[in-house]
């Protein structure tokens, strides 16, 4: 263009400014965690598409216009993350902090100084924006213990929440000490329940299910009846597991005399968004359970699903809601009104599994599969592989459109995603919100 400049992604003074920030960061910073809009801030202008869809565009590599600046700052790429657009620089030559043997007050003051100008520093005044909090300390533990005896911490507010906990325990004749995130299902004189818990679990299984990378390098292990399980991978907390009295814990472990507070810190960072996507507004119960499987024969009208229920586990009983069932209801009413007795509720495939709810308009088929995700991202994952199988499967009866039903509106990531599924693979794939207000697609 004439009188102007095209701005050259090769220039190999482009990306000198991250290399300029990071190597004005203090030594004793060995790793530095940025969005990619930060980035783009620091360097000046947005990023390319590239660096958002592929992860080889943060390659460590020796030449091009990227890599040789954060190598020159003494850094390499150690973790991307495409979904969350997350990009975890780290010191090439760390500055090495000694492992040493610390009590629990004197590990806990450190932290709380340690933590100011990072993440996990800013967890007081998270709290105090999003939950009806007056006031609370600046840190993020309490200074001083409550009891000299005691083993353990958790963060200021923590009982009732997804806490971050540090501490010592004992596994056989060994004493090592553990920091991490943990959900405590001890009802107490302040918690007499652990209601307020419960769905804050299902929305830590949500994360997992949306980020299943967040957690690499991260153990997990609860007690229940007084016995400590085994450490095993993070998974999700089934829902055996929730009943009052258990205690469930994701983190790592160090030895008892060789505490690394860095690490603490480093991984405390890291787990801020997992906290604040738990504690976060927002949620809803259960899924319902999965029917029995039969084989496909086209069946109009709803088939009656329980809407509510109660069950018992030990030590309580937790009233749970059956959004799913709601939602199927609340669909089938809606296509009803619009498509008369061509519409069916929960009508079998060809494999025996079952459509939530099914439209038939002369020999065409529409298929609508609700999922109850806190995103639509989420919704969409599962509901995908599901909705080509019914329509797909050797033997199925095909099907003109398919439709993922959520609650949680289309945003622009989830829209350019199902647009892309659209185009290259010709899938006739839509997603639509569910108003439980008006009881309509929207």
Known sequence: MKGSAMPNSRDPKKYKPLQDYLAALPLSTNDKKLSFDEV???????????????????????????????RAAGFKVDYVDLQRQIVRFKRIVAVKEQPRELS??????????????????????????????????????????????????????????????????????????????????????????????????????????????????????HWSAGERSNNYPV????????????????GRLQPANAIHVG???????????????????????AQAPESDR??????????????????????????????????????????????????????ITADGTYVDVAVRQSDEYSYYEIKTGLSAQSCIREALGQLLEYSHWPG???????FIIGEPALDDNARNYLETLQKRYSLPLEYRQLDMGSGRLV
Do not use: C
């Open 40 to 70: 783009a801030y620091i360097v000046g202008e947005a990023l390319p598409a590239s660096a958002t869809e592929h992860r080889e565009w943060w390659a460590n590599q020796e030449g091009g216009s990227r890599a040789p600046h954060w």
């Open 104 to 221: 629990l007050l004197e590990t806990v003051t450190e932290v709380n100084e340690r933590a100011k100008g990072r993440p996990f520093g800013g967890l007081p005044e998270w709290r105090k924006r999003h939950k009806p909090i007056r006031s609370l300390p600046a840190k993020p533990f309490y200074s001083t213990l409550k009891k000299e005896d005691r083993q353990y911490v958790f963060h200021v507010g923590g009982q009732s929440e997804l806490q971050f906990n540090l501490g010592f325990e004992d596994i056989g004749d060994d004493t090592i000490f553990r920091h991490g995130v943990a959900f405590s299902l001890q009802t107490t004189r302040d918690l007499q329940t652990i209601d307020p818990l419960v769905p804050k679990i299902r929305r830590f299984n949500e994360y997992l299910s949306l980020y299943p990378e967040a957690f690499a390098g991260f153990e997990m292990w």
């Open 235 to 250: 998974a999700a907390i089934p829902d055996s597991r929730v009943n009052a009295g258990v205690f469930i814990f994701i």
């Open 294 to 347: 039969k084989g496909f024969v086209w069946s109009p009208g709803n088939k009656a699903r329980v809407l509510a229920t109660t069950f018992e586990r030990p030590a309580q009983t937790v009233e749970k809601t059956l959004r799913h069932n709601q939602l199927q209801a609340a669909l089938f009413e809606h296509l009803k009104s619009l498509y008369g007795n061509g519409v069916s509720g929960e009508q």
């Open 396 to 402: 199925a009866q095909p099907a003109a459109r398919l």
């Open 263 to 285: 690490m603490i810190l480093d991984d405390f960072d890291f787990l801020v968004p997992v906290y604040e996507f738990v504690e976060g507004p927002a949620d809803f119960p």
